[in-house]
C-alpha cells in the first residue's frame, strides 16, 4: 500500500486530499467532520484509511474549502456539498478504475453527506449524525441518564457528590431531565433531523447508521429518528470518534461490510 497527497479544484479553491492505494474496484470516501482536518480526531480517519487500504479497497480523505492545508473560507457543513463532489471527481480521477463509491462520514460530516442526497455516492456509512440545532438547547433524556449511568459508576463522582462539591440544584435539574419520558417519535422528524431525512429520502442506495453508544450526539440523533430503522448499527461502549480498540474493530468491520456489498 502506498499514500499519497495531492490537489483539486473546488471552486475556484485548492483542496488537498490523500489517497491510499489499492487495487479494488470500490473506494471508500472519507469526510471529515466538524472543522478537523483529513487526518480525523486522534489521528483515527489516517488509521481507517490505512486499515481499509490493507484490506484491497482505495481510500481518498480531504481537507474542505478552509479547513487544514486546503484553500478557500470555512462556511460549515451545511455548505460542503461542492466539495464533496470535487472529492469524488478527483477520486475517480486519480482511480479510474472505480465502478462503486461508498461515502463515510462522521458527525456533521455524515449529516453534510445526508443533505447532500449522497453526494453522489453508491453507498453511505453515517456515523453519530449531527442533529443539535444550537449548544443550548436541552440535552434529550436518553443523553442524560447515560452521563449519570456512567457517572454512578465513577468512584470520584460519589466522593464528589459526597462531599459537597457537586451542585444540588443542577443535579436536581439534571435528573428531572432525566425523568422525562422519551417523546413520541412521529413518522417524521422535524427541525435538522428533519431537513437531513428529506435529503436521505433521495438517495436510493444502501445506507448504514453506525451510533457510538456513549456519545451525545449519537444518541441525541437517535431520539430524533426511528428506533425501528433496520439500518442502524450501535456499539455501546463506543465514543464519538470511535477511538477505544474495541470499537475502532467494530467500525472497520462495519465499514468493510458496506464495501463488500
Not at 486522534?42 to 479497497?57: F, H, K, P, T, V
Not at 440545532?133 to 436518553?142: G, I, L, S, T
Not at 451542585?167 to 419520558?181: D, G, I, N
Request: with cysteine.
Amino acid at each position: 500500500m502506498s499514500r499519497h497527497h495531492f490537489a483539486f479544484d473546488c471552486a475556484g479553491a485548492r483542496l488537498v486530499g490523500t489517497l491510499d492505494e489499492a487495487p479494488g474496484s470500490t473506494g471508500l470516501l472519507i469526510v471529515s467532520g466538524g472543522n478537523e482536518v483529513r487526518a480525523g480526531a486522534w489521528n483515527g480517519q489516517a488509521l481507517l484509511a490505512a486499515e481499509i487500504a490493507m484490506q484491497g479497497y482505495p481510500v481518498m480523505r480531504f481537507d474542505r474549502r478552509g479547513v487544514g492545508d486546503s484553500e478557500g473560507v470555512n462556511a460549515e457543513f451545511r455548505s460542503s456539498g461542492p466539495d464533496i463532489a470535487a472529492a469524488l471527481t478527483a477520486f475517480h480521477e486519480r482511480c479510474p478504475w472505480l465502478s462503486r463509491v461508498v461515502g463515510f462520514g462522521n458527525c456533521d460530516a455524515a449529516s453534510a453527506l445526508m443533505l447532500a442526497r449522497g453526494a453522489e455516492c453508491d453507498a453511505l456509512v453515517l456515523g453519530n449524525p449531527w442533529t443539535i440545532e444550537n449548544d443550548n438547547e436541552a440535552a434529550p433524556a436518553e443523553v442524560v441518564r447515560d452521563h449519570y449511568r456512567r457517572r454512578l459508576a465513577d468512584p470520584a463522582a460519589i466522593r464528589r457528590l459526597l462531599t459537597g462539591k457537586v451542585s444540588l440544584v443542577k443535579l436536581a435539574r439534571s435528573l428531572f431531565a432525566a425523568a422525562r419520558p422519551a417523546p413520541q417519535q412521529s413518522a417524521r422528524p422535524t427541525g435538522l433531523a428533519g431537513e437531513i431525512s428529506d435529503g436521505l429520502q433521495g438517495f436510493d442506495g444502501p445506507v448504514r447508521f453506525l451510533i457510538a453508544g456513549r456519545d451525545r450526539t449519537g444518541l441525541a440523533f437517535l431520539s430524533r429518528w426511528n428506533r425501528n430503522d433496520p439500518r442502524l448499527r450501535t456499539c455501546p461502549q463506543a465514543s464519538h470518534s470511535f477511538v477505544e480498540d474495541e470499537a475502532q474493530d467494530w467500525l472497520v468491520s462495519q465499514v468493510l461490510e458496506v464495501l463488500e456489498g
